[in-house]
C-alpha cells in the first residue's frame, strides 16, 4: 500500500508539474502574442506610443517572469526595483533613440531633394549646413537661434532673386577668379576707393591676363566730391579733388591693362552702383554701404538681373564727361596687338589716330546695351 500512495503521490506531483509549466508557456505565448498586437495597433499612434508601451510590456514581463525564488522577500523587492529601473531606462533610451531618428529621417529627406542637384559640391554644402545647424542651433539659445534663422533667411532671399551672396573678405579674390570666363568683354565700375580691389595682386593679374587673351576691360570710375575715398597711392581716406581722382585712375588704367577708363561724376547719376559684366552673361556686384564701403558681394546669371545691370551701364555712358581729360585709352599699337579683329584697321578710315580704344568701346557697348 505504501509503495502505491507513493506512486500516486508522485504522478500526482509530475502532473501539477507538468500543468504549472504548461499554464507558464501558455502565459508566455499570451505576452508575446500580446506584445506583437500591441506593437501593430500601436504603428498608427505615433512614434511615443510605441515607446511607452514596450516599456510598460517591458515592466510586466520583469514582475511576472523574473526568475526568483516566490519564498524569497528579498528577491521579490529586488523584482519590483528592477522592473522599475529597467522601465525608466526603456524610457529614456527609446526617446533618445527616437529623436535621432526623427534627426536622420530628416536628413534623408534632404538628401533625397539634394540628390537632384547636378552638382555634387554644392549638394554636399547644403547638406551640411543642414546638419551643422541642427547640431548647434536648434534648441539653443533664441538670440542666437534667430540670427541663424535670419542668416539662412537672407541667403534664401537673395537666391529667390537670382543672387549668391559673397562675404566681403572673400570678394576681391572671388570677383579676380571670374576674369579668366571671360571670352568677348568685361565691363566694369569702380565705386570712389581704388584700394579695396586694385591692392589685391590676384585681381590686378585678373585684368591684365584678360587683356593679354584678347579680352578687353572697360572700367567706369566713380567720383563723388563728398565722400572719403582711398586710394592705392596713401593709407588716407578723405574727400579728393576729381583732378587727384583722375590722375589714380590713370595709374590704374596702365596697371591693370583696361582699354577704355572714364571717370564719372556720380552727381550726373540717379543711382551708384559697383559692377561687373561678364560677355553680357554674368553679373557680379558689390554692395556698398551710403559712404560707400564695401559690404558684401554677390554674383547672378538671373535674366533680369543682367537686364538691369545693362540699363545701368548705358545710364554710365550717358554720363561721361565729354572732354578727354576723364577718359583713358590704350594705345593703337596696343590694341592691334592684344585685340587682333583690329589690326586690319586704318587711321581716318576706320577711326581717328589715337583713338581705335573709342572704336572698340562703341563695339563692345553696342554689343551688350545696344539691343536693351
Not at 570712389?192 to 593679374?205: A, E, N, P
Not at 584678360?210 to 579680352?215: E, I, N, S, T
Not at 546669371?301 to 537686364?307: K, L, S, T, V
Amino acid at each position: 500500500m505504501d509503495s502505491q500512495n507513493g506512486e500516486l503521490t508522485t504522478r500526482r506531483e509530475r502532473f501539477l508539474h507538468a500543468v504549472s509549466q504548461t499554464k507558464d508557456l501558455i502565459l508566455v505565448l499570451l505576452f508575446v502574442v500580446a506584445a506583437l498586437v500591441f506593437i501593430i495597433v500601436a504603428q498608427s499612434l505615433g512614434d511615443e506610443a510605441i515607446i511607452i508601451g514596450l516599456s510598460a510590456l517591458l515592466f510586466v514581463a520583469t514582475e511576472f517572469f523574473f526568475p526568483i525564488r516566490s519564498d524569497d522577500p528579498l528577491a521579490t523587492n529586488q523584482k519590483h526595483f528592477w522592473a522599475i529601473m529597467l522601465t525608466i531606462i526603456s524610457l529614456v533610451l527609446g526617446f533618445s533613440i527616437k529623436g535621432s531618428l526623427e534627426t536622420l529621417r530628416k536628413i534623408e529627406s534632404v538628401s533625397a531633394v539634394f540628390g537632384e542637384l547636378g552638382n555634387k559640391e554644392i549638394e554636399d554644402e547644403f547638406r551640411k549646413i543642414y546638419v551643422e545647424y541642427h547640431k548647434h542651433f536648434v534648441g539653443g539659445d533664441p538670440v542666437l537661434d534667430g540670427w541663424a534663422t535670419r542668416s539662412l533667411a537672407y541667403l534664401r532671399s537673395e537666391m529667390s532673386r537670382g543672387w549668391i551672396p559673397i562675404p566681403r573678405e572673400l570678394a576681391s579674390v572671388e570677383i579676380g577668379r571670374i576674369y579668366p570666363q571671360a571670352r568677348d568683354s568685361i565691363i566694369a565700375t569702380n565705386v570712389g576707393s581704388t584700394k579695396f580691389y586694385f591692392t589685391d595682386r590676384i585681381y590686378v593679374l585678373s585684368n591684365t591676363d584678360a587683356r593679354d587673351r584678347g579680352v578687353p576691360v572697360i572700367r567706369f570710375y566713380l567720383w563723388g566730391g563728398q565722400q572719403k575715398i582711398e586710394l592705392t597711392s596713401d593709407d588716407e581716406s578723405k574727400a579728393r579733388t576729381i583732378d587727384d581722382f583722375r590722375k589714380e585712375v590713370s595709374r590704374m588704367h596702365e596697371q591693370s591693362g583696361e582699354v577704355y577708363s572714364a571717370v564719372v561724376d556720380t552727381a550726373k547719376l540717379q543711382e551708384v552702383r559697383d559692377i561687373l559684366l561678364l560677355d553680357n552673361r554674368f553679373v557680379a556686384e558689390t554692395l556698398l554701404s551710403p559712404t560707400w564701403f564695401p559690404i558684401r558681394a554677390r554674383a547672378t546669371q538671373d535674366g533680369e538681373n543682367i537686364r538691369d545691370a545693362r540699363l545701368y551701364l548705358r545710364a554710365l555712358v550717358g554720363a561721361v564727361d565729354n572732354e578727354d581729360k576723364g577718359v583713358f585709352r590704350m594705345e593703337d599699337k596696343s590694341v592691334k596687338r592684344y585685340f587682333h579683329k583690329y589690326e586690319r584697321y586704318k587711321e581716318s578710315e576706320d577711326y581717328v589716330k589715337g583713338k581705335l580704344a573709342d572704336r572698340l568701346f562703341s563695339d563692345i557697348i553696342r554689343t551688350v546695351i545696344g539691343s536693351l
